[in-house]
């Protein structure tokens, strides 16, 4: 009933839908090619699933389709996009994933095979990644190089080429593999912007690889105030789907077995073998508690509040992580009753003197943070922060796991609370996690060390906080 209800809604609010892909094929597509179907391996057309289904005739803005691993994704991405070409008309849309590796080896090739061999909906110029579309009143091509006006285009991108991202205004996207650690959260930023003037439709197909932005941006709104129905399968395979119509967002969560050609063996093997939450979220497409998270008990509910006006008397402090690329900056704010600490603000800017950071980093201040940043071995940045008008201290702890404990403590107890609206620290605690050995053991290093500034920056600074009220108390 609830599928049916979506699809009728769909064809009220877009009744040109079928006449549009019909014109928008031509003979050299396939137009006998059934409906709601996608191709085998063989390019041979396979009917949707019941998953497929529920994201093809939703109309939110946003539907994220979270599932398992080869539960049909990729595959079902350049159906739904084409779909929402044919309601769309004439503009820009975007088809991004993760990695260039992943463009290039699953995107493009899928991408492909659906606008050209099926479809013949037009041509992909190569050098630039943009598939032109023809005008489906006449079958041309309006342009004559790849710089040209054309009727409509789908430029095709990794998330890891930020600036290949804000090149368009655009109607629709097809996000894949938007869970992997490689698809930022400055990414989707910057795709959010380019469709602000049409308020674009999304779709997300990915795994959940991590607790990061997808998890905090996207599931976890929908799921708050949305309602859920869930359907099972003969062989106990479960889609759930949550739609929220006030933040305008269908999550679509399904298990690989929902898929009619994931085998079932292969799917039980990986229930009896692999750690229930690693299970959860590469095979059923659902959020689990990482054991290899570091701030494993960080929880939006008891470690996030809502922005409010700081008190002007309440102790600023200011956490800085040092780069020539990426400078990163967190600020805390202690309420002198609880001395509980708020963070309030993030920075991370690249490409600026220390002079320019400082002045940066001091706009809109009521006055000079308490500031530590930096290794032992980083002397020369905060001189010359001192020399720009903004003293750095070295942080009281020297080793980066006591300082991530001392972190981890103020988390644990509360005492440690993030505004909502700061994206980029929220990001990072979601995907701030120890690497696995080639058995799969979680051992001591941290993956992907390097990316996370905000979060090196909190360590320091927290660290330096609970250091100075341990040593006032003593004292």
Known sequence: MELALRAAANQQRYPQTAQLISQLITNNGRPDFPARHLLDADSNPVPFHRAQDYAYDSTARIVAMLAGTQSGKTSFGPWLLAKWIGELGSGDYFAVTSSYDLFKLKMLPEFLRVFEEVLGLGRFWLGDKIFELRDPRTGEFWAKR?????????????????????????????????????????????????????????????????????????????????????????????????????????????????????????????????????????????????????????????????????????????????????????????????????????????????????????????????????????????????????PIRQPEVSDVEIEIRRTYAQVKTEQLIVFDDLTGTLDQLGRYRRKRDKAGNITDEIENKNDFHYLDALRYIVSSIRSEHKRNWLS
């Open 146 to 390: 790849s710089v040209d006006r054309m009727y409509a285009r789908v430029i095709l991108r990794s998330a890891q080429s930020l600036s290949g991202l804000e090149s368009a205004t655009v109607k629709a996207m097809w996000l894949d593999e938007a869970g992997q650690d490689e698809f930022s959260v400055d990414a989707w930023k910057a795709l959010r912007r380019r469709g602000t003037i049409h308020k674009a439709r999304v779709l997300i197909t990915t795994t959940l690889y991590n607790l990061g932005w997808l998890k905090q941006q996207i599931i976890d709104p929908a799921e708050k105030t949305g309602t859920k129905i869930v359907e099972r399968d003969a062989h106990g395979g479960e889609i759930e789907v949550t739609h929220n119509a006030t933040e305008d967002i269908d999550l679509v969560q399904f298990d690989s077995i929902i898929n009619p050609q994931f085998d079932y063996s292969e799917y039980e093997l990986a229930r009896r073998t692999m750690p229930d939450d690693e299970f959860l979220m590469f095979y059923r497409g659902r959020v689990a508690q990482l054991r290899s998270l570091i701030y494993d008990i960080f929880r939006r509910k008891e470690n996030t509040c809502t922005r409010f006006p700081i008190p002007p008397e309440w102790k600023r402090y200011l956490g800085l992580d040092f780069g020539g690329v990426n400078t990163a900056g967190v600020y805390l704010a202690e309420e002198p009753e609880t001395k509980k600490l708020y963070a309030y603000r993030e920075y991370l800017a690249g490409g600026k003197s220390a002079k320019e950071h400082a002045t940066d980093m001091l706009a809109g201040e009521p006055g000079k943070p308490r500031a530590y940043g930096g290794a032992s071995s980083e002397g020369q940045w905060r001189t010359e922060f001192a020399s720009g008008g903004l």
